[in-house]
C-alpha cells in the first residue's frame, strides 16, 4: 500500500528556519511528480510547490517563492522543502502529495510564532 509518512515539523520563530521531510514507500517513486500543499487553520488547501521525477525543475507559489525550496532523493523515496525567512502566514499542515496517488499522509505541523 502506498505510504507518505511527513515529519519535521516544529514550533518556530518568524525568520526562522525549518526542513520538511517525506518519506515514501508503495509506489514507484521516481516515477512520479511530487508536490507540497499546506492548509492553514480554518483555510483551504493550498499548492506551493512541485517538483519534477528527475528533481532538475521546481515551481512555486508566489507565497512561499524565494524563501523555500523543494528537493527529492529518488535512491530514498524521499521528498524535503527547505523553509527559509518563516512569517507567521507559513503556519499550517503540510503535506506531501505524489501527482497521481490519492494517498497522503498525517501532514507535518508548521507553527511560525514569537
Known amino acids: 500500500q502506498v505510504q507518505v509518512v511527513e515529519s519535521g515539523g516544529d514550533l518556530v520563530q518568524p525568520g526562522g528556519s525549518l526542513k520538511l521531510s517525506c518519506a515514501t514507500s508503495?509506489?514507484?517513486?521516481?516515477?512520479?511528480?511530487m508536490d507540497w500543499v499546506r492548509q492553514a487553520p480554518g483555510k483551504g488547501l493550498e499548492w506551493i510547490s512541485g517538483i519534477n521525477r528527475a528533481g532538475t525543475t521546481a515551481t512555486y507559489a508566489d507565497s512561499v517563492k524565494g524563501r523555500f525550496t523543494i528537493s527529492r532523493d529518488n535512491a530514498e523515496n524521499t521528498l524535503f522543502l527547505h523553509m527559509t525567512n518563516l512569517k507567521p502566514d507559513d503556519t499550517a499542515a503540510y503535506y506531501c502529495?505524489?501527482?497521481?496517488?490519492?494517498?497522503w499522509g498525517k501532514g507535518a505541523q508548521v507553527t511560525v510564532s514569537s
Open positions: 502529495a505524489p501527482d497521481n496517488i490519492a494517498s
Open positions: 508503495g509506489f514507484t517513486f521516481s516515477n512520479h511528480n
